[in-house]
């Protein structure tokens, strides 16, 4: 029998086409793509020295002989030196803004003692002219109660103006309350430090700061970012190390002299570190103006355990480290002590050796 072309090709286009579609169902299987797991660093608690150091800026000013305050509360009015002047004891530095006040006050209670007074002086001369010249005892009496009610007159002025009547100088009372709102110089020197106009001041309240012009110390600022932590780590004695910034490479001894209330015996408006060399410094190697570095040491401590900071966790207050142990990771409380930015003392909780999960 003849066998039919047609059937033959139709078979193997059907054959053919199968088979294409049987491969592309079999590629469309995608395989999944695996991810590497993450590794946290590790570190070793060790032994060894943690030493905190500070840096103050400062320069180099008179030494500090006087602090001057007013005597009232009140505003500053005007200054008449600034710093670096050199003055003279008695000089007259500042005044406050109430004294025009107390001058019109003043004025007005110097007119109304003045004016009786004087009326009691009239009376009494009168009186006297009357006696020396024979007037009759009735113009003698009458004139006696003019000088009684002039006195009564002055005794009522005094009491109006708070004028104690057995002050023999009642001026002189007028002019002390005056002084009351002025500040003057107590002592020869030099203006290390003063108010400006504006500012609100206080019997307790430093307005100047009178140096001896001969002498010198160095007033160094903290860092006010971290001022109270710094300052509770100082005291007044303490050895630092003083660079002036012109000659890097010189390093002077020295020892901090007075650090503000309540830190040391300073004045708590007296933010600035008071430091005193321990000798002389080289001839030319500071002068009164040259800024200077201060290196304190505020804490050294040896042969104590310690981590990096990014070892140190911390939730809810408690501070903890993550440790790998044979039943899988551990969480163990840790008490830390002195920190710098890349050790942290570790006091309990760990020993040396072990290895720590970092965060």
């Known amino acids: 029998m003849k066998k039919n072309p047609l059937v033959s090709i139709s078979s193997l286009f059907m054959v053919f086409t199968f088979f294409l579609t049987g491969c592309g169902t079999a590629t469309a299987v995608a395989t999944p793509t695996a991810y590497p797991t993450p590794v946290k660093k590790t570190y070793t608690v060790q032994r060894g020295n943690i030493v905190i150091n500070a840096n ?28 670096n002047d050199t003055v003279k004891k008695g000089e007259l530095l500042a005044d406050l803004q109430e004294l025009q006040g107390l001058l019109a006050t003043a004025t007005t209670t110097q ?11 009239i009376a009494q001369l009168t009186l006297e002219k009357d006696k020396a010249t024979g007037a009759n005892s009735y113009d ?15 005794n009522e002025a005094e009491v109006k ?3 104690d009547p057995k002050n023999t100088d009642p001026f002189g009372a007028i002019n002390a309350q005056l002084d009351k709102a002025r500040v003057y110089a107590p002592a020869d020197g030099v203006i290390i430090s003063g108010v400006n106009p504006g500012r609100a001041v206080s019997a307790t309240t430093v307005a100047f700061t009178i140096g001896d012009g001969s002498q010198s110390e160095i007033l160094a600022s903290v860092d006010p970012t971290n001022s109270d932590q710094q300052l509770k780590d100082m005291f007044e004695g303490m050895a630092v190390v003083v660079t002036p910034n012109s000659q890097p490479t010189l390093q ?38 040259d800024t200077v570095t201060v290196s304190v040491q505020l804490a050294n401590k040896t042969g104590v355990l310690w981590l990096p900071p990014a070892a140190i966790r911390e939730v809810g207050g408690v501070t903890f480290v993550i440790v790998n142990v044979s039943g899988g990771a551990k969480r163990i409380d840790v008490e830390i002590g002195l920190q710098t930015a890349d050790k942290v003392e570790i006091t309990s909780g760990l020993q040396e050796g072990q290895v720590v999960i970092g965060q």
Do not use: C, W
């Open 56 to 83: 103050l800026f400062g320069s180099v000013t008179p030494l500090a002989l006087e602090t001057v305050y007013f005597q009232m509360d009140g505003t500053v009015g005007n200054v008449y030196v600034q710093v």
């Open 111 to 121: 007119d109304a003692i003045q004016r009786a007074e004087d009326n009691l002086s």
């Open 140 to 154: 003698i009496q009458i004139q006696q109660k003019y000088v009684d009610l002039a006195q009564l007159d002055l």
């Open 161 to 163: 103006y708070g004028i």
């Open 252 to 289: 002077l001894s020295a020892k901090i002299k007075q650090l503000p209330s309540p830190y040391g015996t300073g004045n708590s408006n007296d933010t600035n570190v008071h430091i005193v060399l321990d000798q002389a410094a080289p001839a030319g190697a500071l002068k009164i103006g």
